[in-house]
């Protein structure tokens, strides 16, 4: 008894400057590490802050979020200005989703499923988990720095701020499937068509070879091949959700996709520091 009330004390006491591993997160912790997390992302990423572009992107992500088993996190939905095709979840409900991943979907559906992919790893916790794993506090934002360019933008260099290699963190094969199945049911639950995450991962699979630069960032931190599409739609095919009322695509969307595409480019990267 003596030594579980130490091992409390032992992580209650290195909180503040890092997450040891072996130390449970709890759901008050992990809000507060995605707060601050966030905050920093916030200060230092290009993001693309339009009214407009902010409550159609927030509006789809809580038409998902509150029907998961998390509904009562304070979630939040943010646009980076990056072209890379990608999108990031923080511990604790905070979404990113890429400038690029909007301008390159086809349907409203896609972009659905890949934010309900994302909001899938926060229902799992799996950032939380990989804290507890290794003890890196700010396992968020260099995640981040793996799916964007904001270590290299704005004056960032948040990994280095951080003191942790940005190329460690990466979610496992098992987190992506866990958060592909998540993707499934959210958007379905939702009234949205749940084949927008295997079609926007095909997608992506196709054009590879011709667009290497725009997707490589989301190949590198969301490994993908065509047995993840295969298993999203078996999925798919189990639920037996053909045939069903659920929406793919909206007039909104696309005004909202041209909206993104009439801005300003985003801001180009420095050349990696040798």
Same mark, same amino acid.
């Given at each position: 008894m003596e030594s579980r009330y130490a091992h409390r004390a032992v992580c209650a006491a290195v909180f503040s400057l890092a997450v040891a591993a072996g130390c449970s997160v709890s759901p008050e912790a992990e809000r507060e590490i995605g707060a601050a997390d966030a905050a920093k992302i916030d200060s230092e990423m290009p993001l693309i802050?339009?009214?407009?572009?902010?409550?159609?992107?927030?509006?789809?992500?809580?038409s998902m979020a509150v029907r998961t088993s998390r509904a009562n996190l304070d979630w939040h939905f943010s646009v980076v200005?990056?072209?890379?095709?990608?999108?990031?979840?923080?511990?604790?409900?905070f979404i990113y989703v890429n400038r690029g991943a909007i301008e390159q979907?086809?349907?409203?559906?896609?972009? #659905? !499923?890949?934010?309900?992919?994302?909001?899938?790893?926060?229902?799992? *916790?799996?950032?939380?988990? %990989? +804290?507890?794993?290794?003890?890196?506090?700010? #396992? !968020?934002?260099?995640?981040?720095?793996?799916?964007?360019?904001?270590? *290299?933008?704005?004056?960032? %260099? +948040?990994?280095?701020?951080?003191?942790?290699? #940005?190329?460690?963190?990466?979610?496992?094969?098992?987190?992506?499937?866990?958060?592909?199945?998540?993707?499934?049911?959210?958007?379905t639950r939702a009234g949205i068509d749940p084949e927008g995450l295997p079609s926007f991962f095909q997608k992506l699979l196709d054009t590879r070879a011709r667009q290497p630069s725009a997707f490589e960032s989301f190949f590198s931190t969301h490994p993908t091949d065509q047995s993840r599409v295969t298993a999203t739609r078996k999925q798919i095919a189990a639920a037996a959700v053909a045939g069903k009322d659920l929406l793919r695509d909206t007039p909104e969307f696309h005004a909202i996709q041209a909206r993104v595409k009439t801005m300003p480019p985003p801001p180009k990267a420095p050349p990696p520091k040798q």
């Amino acid at each position: 008894m003596e030594s579980r009330y130490a091992h409390r004390a032992v992580c209650a006491a290195v909180f503040s400057l890092a997450v040891a591993a072996g130390c449970s997160v709890s759901p008050e912790a992990e809000r507060e590490i995605g707060a601050a997390d966030a905050a920093k992302i916030d200060s230092e990423m290009p993001l693309i802050r339009d009214t407009v572009i902010d409550r159609f992107v927030t509006a789809l992500g809580e038409s998902m979020a509150v029907r998961t088993s998390r509904a009562n996190l304070d979630w939040h939905f943010s646009v980076v200005n990056s072209p890379e095709v990608n999108a990031f979840a923080l511990p604790g409900g905070f979404i990113y989703v890429n400038r690029g991943a909007i301008e390159q979907a086809d349907r409203l559906d896609e972009l #659905a !499923g890949i934010m309900g992919h994302e909001i899938g790893h926060v229902v799992r *916790r799996h950032s939380a988990k %990989q +804290i507890e794993e290794t003890g890196k506090r700010d #396992a !968020g934002v260099v995640l981040l720095c793996t799916l964007t360019i904001a270590c *290299r933008t704005i004056g960032g %260099q +948040i990994a280095i701020r951080v003191g942790v290699d #940005a190329k460690s963190a990466h979610y496992s094969q098992k987190d992506e499937a866990e958060a592909d199945s998540e993707g499934v049911v959210n958007t379905t639950r939702a009234g949205i068509d749940p084949e927008g995450l295997p079609s926007f991962f095909q997608k992506l699979l196709d054009t590879r070879a011709r667009q290497p630069s725009a997707f490589e960032s989301f190949f590198s931190t969301h490994p993908t091949d065509q047995s993840r599409v295969t298993a999203t739609r078996k999925q798919i095919a189990a639920a037996a959700v053909a045939g069903k009322d659920l929406l793919r695509d909206t007039p909104e969307f696309h005004a909202i996709q041209a909206r993104v595409k009439t801005m300003p480019p985003p801001p180009k990267a420095p050349p990696p520091k040798q």
